[in-house]
């Protein structure tokens, strides 16, 4: 995109957001829109594309904190009308003529020169051109591809063991035909008749000097005479592709995998975007998870909270024997030390196991005498401190 663009365009506009807007805000916008109006789920409608055209165009510079600056500064400077050049004399007070070239030593009177071929021009320059300050501007070449996003469900013990899994996606890859140059088969890209294989062209308007990407080219360098009758000339084609993506253990439930180089390729090979697979685990009937630790709940008998036991549980790759302790109220919590999540440095996390003592809701005849001979035989539950309160309103 050339600089004209950055002026004349509102980004903000173009996703629907405020200046002010934070960076989540901004990606949060982008990804909807881009969404809404991807080619793929709005085939034959070129209104759509030109949508998903813009709102890329846009991200490209406000999802980048240093581009957005930039943006934003441009914008302040030019939109404010500081810089723009006036009839000499018109508007100005008392009929004195001002004439922008005065500022850079360009007046009738000579002047003071020493911002002349240097100083504003090349600060302007470099503004435009994205290059440093006096630096030619830099050729952009061929443009990289953009990210791709997707999602894989995993089960619950694939995500805490790890696993490699096949990934199906319909995206735009390389052209098998033209091997992503763009060009009929027998041709190659022939250098820019107007940059001449530099990517950009520079123009002269008065004091100033604009560096910006070659239109005829857009920035490549390059141009395809012949195109390729598969891409039309672009290095890409919608297709479907396989590929085997490997799942770390203990990847958490939304977590991103970026696989770098494996997003759409770029037009007319250049480098590709990269992949980003976001992880939804599938909840597992018998265990939680926090953290690296594993979280399990097991009902006991009122019997075995009170006398004490030993509870046999499951992990994830196997079995192992707890002692519950008498007198164990319900709520309290065992530890398996080293059943949980296997961490990246080789060491795993525990296995929490919650203890759930359960109240039968019938009783045969035996079990009630047996438990109001019990109840006698046992002194009552601590409650003297709710006792004396109940007693104030008696």
């Not at 000339?233 to 253990?249: E, I, M, Q």
């Not at 926090?290 to 790759?317: K, N, Q, S």
Request: aromatic share 6%; net charge neutral.
């Amino acid at each position: 995109m050339s600089s004209k663009d950055w002026i004349d365009k509102d980004y903000y506009a173009a996703l629907g957001v405020d200046k002010s807007a934070s960076s989540d805000e901004i990606k949060k916008a982008y990804r909807k829109l881009a969404r809404e109006s991807h080619p793929d789920h709005n085939p034959g409608d070129t209104g759509a594309e030109e949508r998903f055209k813009t709102v890329s165009e846009a991200y490209a510079v406000l999802g980048d904190e240093k581009k957005r600056r930039e943006y934003d500064e441009m914008r302040s400077l030019f939109g404010s009308g500081a810089f723009r050049r006036s009839a000499r004399g018109a508007g100005q007070p008392g009929g004195m003529p001002f004439d922008v070239s005065d500022l850079f030593g360009g007046g009738a009177g000579g002047g003071d020169n020493r911002f002349s071929g240097g100083g504003f021009t090349d600060l302007f320059s470099s503004i435009f051109s994205g290059g440093g300050a006096g630096g030619p501007a830099r050729p952009r070449g061929p443009a990289r591809g953009r990210d791709v996003e997707t999602e894989v469900a995993l089960d619950f013990e694939d995500a805490v063991r790890g696993v490699t899994l096949p990934l199906t996606l319909r995206a735009p890859g390389v052209c098998d035909t033209c091997h992503g140059n763009g060009a009929k088969p027998g041709t190659q890209p022939v250098a820019c008749p107007v940059c001449h294989g530099a990517g950009v062209t520079t123009r002269n308007q008065g004091s100033f000097s604009f560096s910006e990407p070659c239109r005829n080219c857009q920035g490549v360098g390059t141009i395809v005479e012949e195109k390729c009758p598969e891409c039309h000339g672009t290095g890409g084609v919608t297709k479907t592709r396989t590929l085997n993506v490997r799942f770390p253990a203990g990847v958490a439930d939304g977590q991103r995998i970026r696989l770098a180089g494996r997003g759409e390729p770029g037009e007319r090979g250049g480098a590709a975007g990269d992949l980003f697979v976001q992880v939804k685990v599938r909840p597992d009937e018998l265990f939680g998870r926090t953290g690296d630790d594993l979280t399990l709940t097991v009902p006991i008998t009122y019997a075995e909270a009170v006398l004490g036991t030993d509870l046999r549980v499951p992990t994830l790759d196997g079995t192992v024997t707890l002692r519950v302790p008498p007198g164990t109220p319900s709520g309290r919590v065992l530890r398996a030390r080293g059943k949980g999540v296997v961490r990246k440095d080789g060491r795993a996390g525990d296995l929490l196991v919650t203890l759930d003592v359960v109240v039968p809701a019938k009783v045969s005849d035996e079990a009630r005498a047996a438990l109001e001979t019990f109840a006698a035989q046992t002194p009552p539950a601590a409650r003297e401190h709710l006792d004396a309160r109940v007693r104030r309103f008696s």
